[in-house]
C-alpha cells in the first residue's frame, strides 16, 4: 500500500475513496479489492480496501464502487504529431517502405493551412481522449502562432521539431519567442538526416539549459542508418532533390546512436524515438546513458513491416514509453492499442511491463512522473476504470485483460469533475 497521509482538511475539502476489483498503480503489485483515495483532485493513497477504508473512513468520505473494474492510470503517449490526425492510413496496412511513405507526407503536409492544423490537433486530442490518453506528446512544427496550444488534455507536451540539413543556426529555424512564456514546450530534432548535426547540437543546448527533455527520431529505418554512416544512399538523393544537402558535411562513420554520442546529445533529458535498427552494443550505449526510448511499434510495422527490439531495451533497465506516432503511419491514437500490438509481437515481454510503459514509462520519459502516469501519492486526477470482467490470480493476466479491454476503449475516465 502507497500513501496513508491524512488529506490537508479544511474542514470542506471532501474526501473520495474509488474502490474496485482491481487497482493497478503502476508504482507496485497489482492490488485486489483495492481503492484510490483521492481529494481536491490529488490522489492521497492506493492500496487495499479494508486499510483505506479503516483510515480515510468518517462521515464526509464518499466511497464509489467501481464493480468490475480495474483502476488504472490514463495513457501516456509519449510521441505523436497532431497535425495529421485528419489523415487515414489505407487498410489494410501494408508496409509501403520508407520513401513511399516519405513522398505521401510531402503531399500531406502541403495541404496543412493553419486552421487545418488546428482543426486536426483537435480531433486527435478527442480521440486520443475517448481512447484513455492523459497525456500526450505532441511534435509540431514551425510556424507555430495560431496553431500552438497547450491547454488541450489534462497533461500536454509539446515539442518544436525543428527540420533543414542546410541550416548552421538555431535561430535560422526557430526564434525562441513563439515559446519563451509557455509551459511544458520544448525542442526535438527531426533526425540525423533531416536536420543539420550543428542544429541537433544546439537544440539539445538549448533544452539542456532550461532542464528540460530533448526528443529525435533514431535508427527509424535503413536508409537512415545507411545514410548517417556513410554519408550516401537514398536520404543523400532526397536532401539534394529537395535542394537542402550540405557538400560540407562528412560522416562520423558510426551508428546513429553512437553519432548522438559523440555528439553530446545522450543523456537522461534525451528522448530516442523508434529506436528500430539497433545493436547490443548500442543499447548498451543508450543504457549507460540514460536515456529514454519511445517504441512506436505500428508505425514501424506499417513503414517497413518490422518491430523494434523492445525486450532489449527492458532487459537493460532502459527507461521506455510508448507512442503513436501520427495517423500518418497509424490507423488511430489509442495507446492501449500500441500495447496491444507489443503484446502480440513479443509474447515474451510480461504484459505488466507493457502497460507500465503505456503509463508510467511515458510519464518519466517526459519528466512528469512526479503527477502522471501512476496512481501513488501526489498524482492528479483523473485516471481510468477499464471493465475487466472475470477473475485473476496473477498480474501479467489481469494487466493483459486491462490492455485489450481498453484497446477496445472499455473504459470510463474517474474524477473528471470538481467533486471528486
Ligand atoms: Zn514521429
Redesign the pocket.
Known amino acids: 500500500m502507497s500513501g496513508l497521509k491524512p488529506p490537508e482538511k479544511d474542514g470542506l475539502e471532501a474526501v473520495h475513496i474509488h474502490r474496485a476489483p482491481w487497482i493497478f498503480s503502476g508504482i507496485g503489485p497489482a492490488v485486489a479489492d483495492g481503492a484510490v483515495v483521492v481529494a481536491n483532485g490529488r490522489i492521497l493513497a492506493s492500496g487495499p480496501f479494508r486499510h483505506l477504508k479503516t483510515f480515510y473512513g468518517g462521515a464526509s468520505v464518499r466511497v464509489w464502487d467501481h464493480e468490475g473494474a480495474a483502476l488504472v492510470p490514463g495513457a501516456v503517449n509519449a ?3 497532431l497535425d495529421f490526425s485528419l489523415l487515414c492510413p489505407p487498410k489494410p496496412l501494408k508496409p509501403p517502405g520508407f520513401f513511399r511513405w516519405v513522398s505521401g507526407m510531402f503531399e500531406a503536409k502541403k495541404q496543412l493551412t493553419p486552421s487545418r492544423r488546428r482543426e486536426a490537433q483537435d480531433v486527435g486530442r478527442a480521440h486520443a481522449w475517448q481512447a484513455g490518453t492523459l497525456c500526450l506528446a505532441n ?1 509540431i512544427n514551425p510556424p507555430l502562432d495560431r496553431v500552438l496550444k497547450v491547454s488541450g488534455l489534462p497533461h500536454e507536451y509539446q515539442f518544436v521539431e525543428l527540420l533543414g540539413f542546410h541550416c548552421r543556426h538555431l535561430q535560422e529555424v526557430f526564434s525562441g519567442e513563439e515559446v519563451a512564456h509557455t509551459a511544458f514546450v520544448s525542442l526535438a530534432a527531426h533526425s540525423l538526416y533531416a536536420t543539420s548535426w550543428n542544429l541537433v547540437v544546439q537544440a539539445k543546448a538549448w533544452c539542456r539549459s532550461r532542464g528540460l527533455p530533448f526528443s529525435i ?1 533514431v535508427a527509424e529505418h535503413l536508409p537512415e542508418v545507411h545514410f548517417v554512416r556513410h554519408g550516401t544512399g537514398a536520404c543523400r538523393l532526397l536532401l539534394e532533390s529537395l535542394g537542402r544537402w550540405d557538400a560540407t558535411w562528412r560522416p562520423l562513420g558510426a551508428s546513429s546512436v553512437r553519432t548522438l554520442q559523440v555528439l553530446g546529445v545522450l543523456d537522461s533529458r534525451t528522448l530516442m ?2 529506436m528500430v535498427h539497433v545493436n547490443d552494443e548500442d543499447w548498451d550505449r543508450v543504457a549507460r546513458s540514460g536515456a529514454a526510448v519511445c517504441f ?1 511499434p505500428r ?1 514501424n510495422l506499417w513503414i517497413q513491416g518490422r518491430m523494434p527490439n523492445i525486450e532489449a531495451a527492458l532487459k537493460r533497465g532502459i527507461p521506455c514509453g510508448l ?1 503513436t ?2 495517423r500518418a503511419s497509424n490507423e488511430d491514437l489509442n495507446l492501449f492499442r500500441e500495447a496491444a500490438t507489443v503484446l502480440e509481437a513479443e509474447p515474451s515481454i510480461d504484459p505488466a511491463a507493457v502497460l507500465r510503459m503505456a503509463t508510467l514509462g511515458g510519464a518519466r520519459a517526459l519528466g512528469l512522473a512526479s503527477s502522471i502516469g501512476h496512481l501513488g501519492p501526489g498524482a492528479s486526477t483523473p485516471f481510468l476504470a477499464v471493465s475487466i470482467g472475470g477473475s485473476f490470480s496473477v498480474e501479467s493476466d489481469l494487466a493483459e485483460a486491462i490492455i485489450h479491454q481498453a484497446a477496445q476503449e472499455r473504459l470510463a475516465w474517474v474524477g473528471t469533475g470538481t467533486a471528486d
Open positions: 510521441h505523436t504529431h511534435v527520431h524515438v523508434h512506436c508505425s507512442g506516432d501520427s
